[in-house]
């Protein structure tokens, strides 16, 4: 059973911009944290980027500070993530997370056992 569905994902040149953005048909986000990973072959999920529940806190990965920005759009009940200066290392599939329970409006987890609620992912392919 699908529970977060991404889109926006595909193959853009280095130096480009794209835009995912993560969607749960008929489940409101605006009490989760939310957050990015991204996975390749062989390796586990890494944490890209999360925002709080109250959209007040945000962390991000060394790796992509400056390049990549969070966002919860709640009128439209779903959360995008802006990737810029894309880097061919950035390849993978994405996958959008949610953490059900209360957590502190601030608070943003960064490990992947801290979320229940995944996508299938979609794929960020850049060339060199």
């Known amino acids: 059973q699908v529970q977060l569905i991404e889109s926006g994902g595909g193959l853009v040149q280095t130096g480009g911009s794209l835009r995912l953005s993560c969607a749960a048909p008929?489940?409101?986000?605006?009490?989760?944290?939310m957050a990015w990973f991204r996975q390749t072959p062989g390796k586990g999920r890494e944490f890209v980027i999360g925002v709080s529940w109250n959209g007040g806190g945000t962390n991000s990965s060394n790796s992509v500070k400056g390049r990549f920005t969070i966002a919860r759009e709640n009128v439209k009940n779903t959360v995008s993530l802006q990737m810029d200066s894309l880097k061919p290392e950035d390849t993978a599939v994405y996958l959008c997370?949610?953490?059900?329970?209360?957590?502190?409006?601030?608070?943003?987890?960064?490990?992947?056992?801290?979320?229940?609620?995944w996508g299938q992912g979609t794929q960020v392919t850049v060339s060199s």
């Open positions: 997370a949610a953490r059900r329970g209360y957590t502190d409006p601030n608070y943003v987890p960064t490990e992947s056992t801290q979320y229940d609620l």
């Open positions: 008929g489940r409101a986000l605006t009490r989760y944290p």
